[in-house]
């Protein structure tokens, strides 16, 4: 009865976080990443929008749930716990839509997923996951826990030390290396290992080095450069390999390959801290001379910003101490809109264009949503400390996130106003 | 993950079989490599509690974890069973329904005893689960997804390190 068995289909996606269609397409032409000029020419390489704010805790969960905000929960990296000023961490219990590898699931579908962000503590999805950023513990990151010893055998790191990694470069290099290396010994034996039908790897690798040195990837004469480039030579090879492997293995198609990023990136010019702006146009106030949280903050205040650009109304209902009646709010929100919009740096807008909270989010958690989401030029990083009392400034970090220049590389034609949070259904749609 | 047997052994054959084979589904949920061997399996091919503990011991040593359910009455071939295995675990699923001619001998000491008179057949899985996983054969399965103060201070810094807060 073989021959009249229906060939199993299998699905391969690949995640580059943070890495701009721009910077893909330099590395194509300088001869970096063949596997990936190859890829282009066979099918489509498109820009794609990250989500709304462009940063990996609510991208890559738009990703892998196919929602945003409102319905899936993650406002960011950061979040208000229940009324208070106090921050809270959000973690994958905290997503409250079904991911893709749920999905698949109920069709009797096994996922291998590798290092995906956002997915901290691991719980049981059908298949195996090892939980990528911010995961602190390997024994909280795999599932099942039957993994756990090979995975760790393997010398697989969960990231790099990033602390030691931002002020020694040569160590990132070093770590960027090792790290790719445990990653890919995990891959291998997963992949031949395991009975499965989705297979996903997330290099995060690109977004560190990226951060922490971005002219090194942009500047040939900088002294890292050969080594940058060295490092996307080796995600290249990999690349290569895993496509050649799963095209030539059972069920594989060239079809159903993903590549993709989170976010784009680029240099930063400024960092523009949000929240002094607002205590030096008179709507934050502390209570303290050196806040170190929001939770210091004077309830007398109007606003506040919480990392990057999510801007709050000290709303009374919404906040316990809050003191902005309702009827207040909407004008404060417009007269905050319009001095953020006009904010300028030596003659340059600032600020790329907002959004209202209910404007970008629905569903049961939209309510959770800022009132006002920024979005900034290329250049302007926007931050939400409150630690600082000059508006622009700069710190040793090299690279920041963008917005609309994510990228995505499929074998279907080109997708018009391409969002992260498409793909889900798309890659459904190939392998169900 | 290393190799064990966990035989269920109970004067209900029928009852052994469906409470193994709910454990079984259990731990290939967890990604654990199961073999089951009962009556209408192994049965067909090896009559005596000493053969299948032979096989058992196999697949044992190759760390596959094997459920047997196969009729197991007398204490004497258990305790050579046992002693053969080795990483042996005994589960003894108490029932009210005896089958057959069987002269079934109570255990003097199973790892875990489930009241199947008392209990439900999930609650009995449950409970030879946690025995596994008391005794170290498995890994827990506690999903625990708060984070600890320890926890959030890592997660602040790393955070901090990449600019993100």
Redesign the interface.
Known sequence: MALFRKKKKRAMILGLDGVPIGLIERLMDAGVMPAFRDLSQKGTLQSMKASLPEISAVSWTDFMTGTQSGEHGIFGFTDFRDGSYELKFPNFSDVKSRTLWDKLGDQGKRSIVVNQPSTYPARPIPGCLISGFVAINIKKSVHPLTLLRRVVEEGYSIDIPTMQCRNDHDLLMRELDETLKGRQRVVDWLWEDQDWDLFELVITGTDRLQHFVWNSVEDPSHPLHQEAMDYYANIDRLIGQLIERFVEGPGGDLSRIFLLSDHGFCAIEQEVRLNAWLEQEGYLRFLTDEPKELTDVDPQSKAFFLDPARLYINRKGRFEKGTVEEEEAEAVLEELTEGLTSLDHNGNRVVRFTLKGMEVYAGPHADRAPDLILTSHRGYDLKGTVKEKSVFGKTDLEGMHSWDDAFFWSLRPKIEDLKISDLSDIIMAELV | ?RGFTLWVIGPSVSNNESLARAVEGDLL????RVERLDAGSIGSFVESSQGVAFVANLLTRNDVVCICSTPAPKSAERQANRKLIGRYVEAYAKSSEAEGEISFEEPDKPEVVCDLIQESEEESMTQILKTLEILGF????D???E?SDE??D??????Q?????
Request: aromatic share 12%.
């Open positions: 993950m949920e967890r990604g654990v498995i890994p827990p399965s999903f625990d997804d984070y926890d959030e890592k997660i602040r810094q790393r955070l390190d990449l600019g993100y807060i």
